[in-house]
């Protein structure tokens, strides 16, 4: 799976979010819940039984136990809170990737390490006062509570790599969508689980961070691309067109016949050269290949429409286009005749075989949309900041595309 090369903070978070992701689809139940960001980074329930795991990524550093001492006193202090429970109804474990330095945590360690090296601290104070606390002593809890805590408490500083784990999480997500091809996985499911986990873990609402696997399994198995600022971080921009092509533009031999409206939205001066050269691409690609026997039926080509493009930019662009070679229209059958959707609508026709249509606004948008009635009609809106909104009927399907440019489409569209 193709993933930019993050840096540590990143990937430390990305790694979080596998291990999120692992842990809610390995849960025996559909009905057993993960809450994101809890007690811990990931509280599972199962069977009246909860583990609180707190996993952490540090591929370029030594494990020392100065850096898992805050987690084992945060994991004590919830496990005095609820009473000690000897029942196992409450576990803990800290899961962690080190560069090395794991054999200075002995296996089996006793309590006597435990008090030492994970539950005191000394802290400097005014005049240089040193002052050691033993949070044991501090919390009450006797030898006999360490010992449980202890044994409630699992500590694997040999988790996998980045790189090994994520093999796993996309083995769990194909064994847990029936027929699912890697394809479908890299493009759809795995960014669909990163977003999930990602919108779980910053609503401010506990009770909103909990989802069974049933539910998780639901907000994964959806073959539509998504785009966020985490998924950017993740992954590039040939991804995410790979995806958006995948959902949309992905045909067999020949392209169906349909109506197709690209709606660009453009946020600085047009680049002349490139606009045109993806203009032309999406013509070829989505017009039908013109034979002596086909019917008008079967003849169809793309609308586009640019949004934030001054007119002056605009000419220069049609002209361009037809210097091409691109047969174009915009539905003014004259200098100075108005707007005639029903005329656009016509073409193409044999002998005037037009390859890419023009519209002005979301008003133009509406109008063509209800005269292809009966006949596939979609809006595809490559969007900046804002999608359009034009007024549409039920049978028009509206695509909101965000983009951080207008040029994606072609890679989206045309690769």
Not at 68 to 90: N, Q, W, Y
Not at 203 to 210: L, Q, Y
Request: aromatic residues 10%; contains cysteine.
């Amino acid at each position: 799976m193709a993933t930019r090369s993050a840096d540590a903070t990143i990937l430390g978070y990305f790694y979080q979010f596998d291990h999120s992701i692992f842990q809610v689809l390995a849960l025996a139940s559909n009905s057993s819940t993960m809450v994101v960001e809890g007690v811990e980074d990931v509280d599972l329930t199962e069977n009246d039984r909860t583990l609180f795991i707190q996993c952490k990524y540090y591929r370029g550093s030594d494990y020392n136990h100065s850096i898992i001492k805050e987690a084992v006193i945060a994991m004590l202090r919830h496990f005095a809170a609820k009473g000690c429970p000897t029942d196992g109804s409450l576990k803990y474990r800290l899961y962690g990737h080190y560069k090395s330095g794991q054999d200075k945590l002995p296996t089996p360690y006793d309590i006597g390490f435990l008090k030492k090296h994970f539950l005191t601290f000394t802290k400097t104070g005014k005049d240089d006062i040193k002052t050691t606390t033993e949070v044991f002593t501090e919390l009450g809890l006797t030898d006999t509570q360490l010992e449980t805590f202890r044994q409630h408490l699992e500590i694997d500083l040999y988790a996998k790599s980045y790189e090994s784990q994520q093999v796993e999480v996309v083995k769990l997500i194909q064994g847990v969508i029936s027929g699912s091809s890697p394809e479908d996985t890299d493009a759809f499911y795995y960014p669909n689980a990163i977003n999930a986990i990602q919108r779980l873990a910053v609503d401010p609402k506990e009770e909103n961070r909990a989802i069974t696997k049933r539910d998780f399994i639901a907000m994964m198995d959806r073959k539509k691309a998504v785009f966020s600022l985490w998924l950017k971080e993740l992954f590039d921009e040939d991804h995410y067109a790979t995806s958006i092509r995948r959902e949309h533009f992905t045909f067999g031999t020949k392209v169906p016949t349909a109506w197709r409206i690209i709606s660009l939205e453009f946020r600085a001066a047009i680049d002349l050269q490139a606009t045109v050269s993806m203009l032309v691409d999406i013509a070829k690609k989505l017009s039908h290949r013109e034979s002596s026997r086909m019917a008008a039926a079967d003849r169809f080509c793309p609308y586009v429409m640019l949004r934030n493009v001054v007119p002056d930019d605009l000419a220069a662009l049609k002209n361009a286009l037809w210097n091409r070679g691109i047969k174009l229209a915009d539905g003014h059958a004259f200098l100075g005749a108005e707007f005639d959707a029903k005329y656009l609508v016509g073409l193409p026709q044999a002998g005037n075989v037009t390859t890419l249509k023009f519209l002005a606004n979301e008003d133009d948008v509406a109008e063509i949309a209800k005269l292809h009635r009966g006949v596939q009609t979609d809006i595809f809106d490559f969007y900046i900041a804002t999608p359009i909104s034009p007024t549409i009927p039920s049978w028009v399907q509206h695509h909101k595309i965000k983009v951080d440019s207008p040029h994606l489409a072609r890679k989206a569209i045309c690769k």
